[in-house]
Each structure stands twice: as C-alpha cells, then as structure tokens.
C-alpha cells in the first residue's frame, strides 16, 4: 500500500528556512507524483507545490514561488520541499501527498507536519 512519512517541521522564525521530507513507498502504477499541501488553522487545505516523478516537472502555488523549490531523491524515494524565507502566513500543518499526476485532487495523504513561523 501506498505509505507517505513526512518529517523536517517545527518552528522557525519569519525570514528563516526549513526543509521538509516526504518519504514515500508501495506506488504500484507506472506514473506517479508527490505533492504539498497545507492547512492553517481555521482554514481549507491548499495545494502548495508537486513534481512527477517520472520527468521532474514541478508545479508550485503562486503564493510560494520564489521561496520554496521541490525537488526529489528518486534513488532514496523521498520528496522535499525547501522553504526559505519563511513569512508568518506559512504556518500551517504540512501535508505530503501523492498521486499519479499533480492534478488535484491527490489520492493518498500523509499525517502532516507542523510548521510554526513566529518570532
């Protein structure tokens, strides 16, 4: 089955970075993507950003661009998501998700990473 294990979140000040993994198992189909979304308190989720694995394409929220990139490990089977400069906005619960394209909806989802930007 499929299994998405998320580390790399905490609390960081505003203007700071983090770098969050995605490591991820069982994918039975040919194509398949990794994704990020998040959840604010209080708030829906949101897509972030996604890579197909298959061609390293990437997709990233208009609101993240410029500050956070996806990249994959395929030798390791782990995604990350390198945020710099870091603005309050940003918190928010992290999730890795995956599919067999960044189209969303995304079928599978981790447990989710705190990621806390206060000074």
């Known amino acids: 089955e499929v299994q998405l294990v998320e580390s790399g979140g905490g609390l960081v000040q505003p203007g700071g970075s983090l770098r969050l993994s995605c490591a991820y198992s069982g994918f039975t189909f040919d194509d398949y993507a990794i994704g990020w979304f998040r959840q604010a308190p209080g708030k829906g989720r949101e897509g972030v950003s996604c890579?197909?694995?298959?061609?390293?394409?990437?997709y990233y929220a208009n609101y993240v661009k410029g500050r956070f990139t996806i990249s994959s490990d395929n030798a390791k089977n782990t995604v990350y998501l390198q945020m710099n400069n870091l603005k309050p906005e940003d918190t928010a619960v992290y999730y890795c998700?995956?599919?067999?394209?960044?189209?969303?909806?995304?079928?599978?989802w981790g447990q989710g990473t705190q990621v806390t930007v206060s000074s």
């Open positions: 890579i197909t694995i298959s061609d390293g394409s990437t």
């Open positions: 998700t995956a599919d067999t394209n960044c189209t969303p909806p995304p079928g599978y």
